[in-house]
């Protein structure tokens, strides 16, 4: 075999390698029910759930407490089913959470409560359009 052969082939059993490790990594959107189901059979696997913040009727987010260091957080989300959950943030509130329109949390339950690893935000004002006066 020449060396060009088998310097292809290692090349082809690399992106093989990288391209098994990432698909291991990814994960579809489930709801809470779903996730505390996936906990329970002892998969734990960072799991993405995607939904919205809990607001009154007059659009001000409620279920919100913070640490008294201002350290981490807790919030109630709605999922895709309307269903309520509490999530733990180990971390500092995220810039223009309270704006948000979607939630995306990554994370997983540990001992009943659902702790995200990562909090991603859909806000309205970067994806609608501005209206064009003629």
């Known amino acids: 075999m020449k060396k060009s052969h088998i310097f292809g082939i290692i090349i082809i059993a690399i992106a093989i390698v990288v391209i098994m490790t990432t698909a291991g ?3 579809a959107y489930v709801t809470f029910e779903d996730a505390k ?6 998969n734990n696997n960072k799991i993405h759930v995607v939904g919205k913040l809990k607001k009154t009727s007059e659009g001000e987010v409620v279920g919100i407490e ?3 260091d201002m350290l981490s957080f807790k919030f109630e989300m709605l999922d895709e089913n309307n269903v309520s959950q509490v999530v733990y943030y180990p971390n500092p509130m ?5 704006r948000s329109e979607q939630v995306v949390v990554v994370g997983a339950y540990q001992n009943g409560n659902f702790v995200a690893d990562k909090i991603l935000l859909k806000c309205p004002s970067k994806y609608q359009e501005e209206g064009v006066n003629v």
């Open 94 to 98: 995220p810039t223009d959470f309270l």
């Open 66 to 68: 913070s640490s008294p």
């Open 37 to 42: 189901a996936l906990a329970e059979k002892g």
């Open 25 to 27: 990594d990814a994960s």
